[in-house]
């Protein structure tokens, strides 16, 4: 039986970082029995292989910082599709990080730097299932950034650019959902079931991880059947 190659290509929040209360908290990563691309590998099982590529700090096509120019997810794309093609289908939630620059993202580019790595993905037809043929791509618009509980990293919040970075954050779905119309990929909001946790205001509690999973794994049923998504 053939394998359903699925890549999970994100930020921290598909790695699996658990909102920290302070500075100095331990740096954890939720369990494979709690983190979203574990959990619909589970969901799926046998007949899907189903890839971690999430790293904190990943932007779209951004470099924050010349000392990390691998956080920049164009940097690496090439690289980990590669690693792991022939790929029936890329999963893309990448753009929280976008609204970390040190310059506040103008709200005209809130989608370039997703349009980018979808065009790149589709540029390149060697990397999907069969000769001429590009992977499936699933867009997720990420989940929105939000003030910490007062007990929490309150600092957190003013380095995504305040009130504008969480105005931006809860624009993905609807700036999303037309890059994914306009070159025909598959379209999940995230932000309707996840919530970041008090800890930072950023970061996906576990409750989050397992919904997640859950409509993720209809949307991978819907693809593999030859539906088109928008949800």
Same mark, same amino acid.
């Given at each position: 039986?053939?394998?359903?190659?699925? $890549?999970? *290509?994100?930020?921290?929040?598909?790695?699996? /970082?658990?909102?920290?209360?302070?500075?100095?908290? %331990?740096?954890?990563?939720?369990?494979? @029995?709690?983190?979203?691309?574990?959990?619909?590998?589970?969901?799926? !099982? @046998?007949?899907?292989?189903?890839?971690?590529?999430?790293?904190?700090?990943?932007?779209?096509?951004?470099? #924050?910082?010349? #000392?990390?120019?691998?956080?920049?997810?164009? *940097?690496?794309?090439?690289?980990?599709?590669?690693?792991?093609?022939?790929?029936?289908?890329?999963?893309?939630?990448?753009?929280?990080? +976008?609204?970390?620059? %040190?310059?506040?993202?103008?709200?005209?580019?809130?989608?370039?730097? $997703?349009?980018?790595?979808?065009?790149?993905?589709?540029?390149?037809?060697?990397?999907?299932?069969?000769?001429?043929?590009?992977?499936?791509?699933?867009?997720?618009?990420? %989940?929105?950034?939000?003030?910490? /509980?007062?007990?929490?990293?309150?600092?957190?919040?003013?380095?995504?650019?305040?009130?504008?970075?969480?105005?931006?954050?809860?624009?993905? =779905?609807?700036?999303?959902?037309?890059?994914?119309?306009?070159?025909?990929?598959?379209?999940? @909001?995230?932000?309707?079931? /996840?919530? =970041?946790? !008090?800890?930072?205001?950023?970061?996906?509690?576990?409750?989050?991880?397992?919904?997640?999973?859950?409509?993720?794994? +209809?949307?991978?049923?819907?693809?593999?059947?030859?539906?088109?998504?928008?949800?």
């Amino acid at each position: 039986m053939s394998v359903y190659e699925i $890549i999970c *290509y994100g930020d921290s929040n598909t790695w699996g /970082t658990v909102s920290r209360y302070s500075l100095s908290d %331990p740096h954890r990563r939720f369990g494979r @029995d709690e983190r979203w691309p574990c959990l619909l590998q589970a969901a799926l !099982g @046998d007949g899907y292989a189903v890839h971690e590529e999430g790293l904190g700090g990943r932007t779209t096509i951004y470099t #924050a910082d010349p #000392a990390v120019p691998y956080k920049n997810g164009m *940097y690496m794309l090439e690289g980990c599709l590669k690693s792991q093609y022939p790929l029936d289908l890329v999963i893309l939630m990448l753009g929280t990080n +976008d609204l970390h620059l %040190p310059e506040p993202l103008p709200e005209k580019d809130l989608g370039k730097g $997703i349009t980018a790595l979808v065009e790149f993905i589709q540029a390149h037809p060697e990397f999907g299932p069969e000769e001429q043929r590009a992977p499936e791509i699933l867009l997720i618009a990420p %989940p929105f950034v939000t003030r910490s /509980t007062p007990n929490g990293r309150t600092e957190v919040y003013p380095s995504f650019h305040g009130e504008y970075g969480e105005w931006l954050s809860r624009r993905f =779905p609807e700036v999303y959902r037309q890059v994914a119309e306009t070159h025909g990929c598959h379209f999940l @909001d995230a932000q309707p079931l /996840t919530v =970041p946790d !008090g800890g930072d205001g950023v970061h996906l509690n576990a409750e989050s991880h397992r919904r997640l999973a859950a409509a993720v794994y +209809d949307e991978v049923l819907r693809i593999r059947k030859g539906e088109k998504t928008y949800a």
